[in-house]
């Protein structure tokens, strides 16, 4: 086993670290999954901000995962 490989596993028997990594894991997915449904649509990052009523930036950092998603906008990012 590698040294890294050891230490992610002792890491994930903390559940708060679990709990983030996780999370992270989410952001990350759902960001990929924006990005597919816009370039799909052949839309900019500032039409697909106007599509969901956010910032272009917003859409940016969300794509990257870099930013959490809030209830009131989840709705919109999986209808477009």
Known sequence: M?????????????????????Q?????????SL???RELQALT????AQKLGVSELKVRRLEKGECNVTPALAPDVQSN
């Open 45 to 48: 990052h500032t039409q697909m």
């Open 2 to 22: 590698s040294m890294l490989k050891a230490v992610c596993d002792e890491l994930m028997q903390h559940p708060e670290f679990r709990a983030g990594y996780q």
């Open 35 to 37: 990005r597919v449904a």
């Open 24 to 32: 992270q894991a989410l952001l990350v997915r759902l960001g990929r």
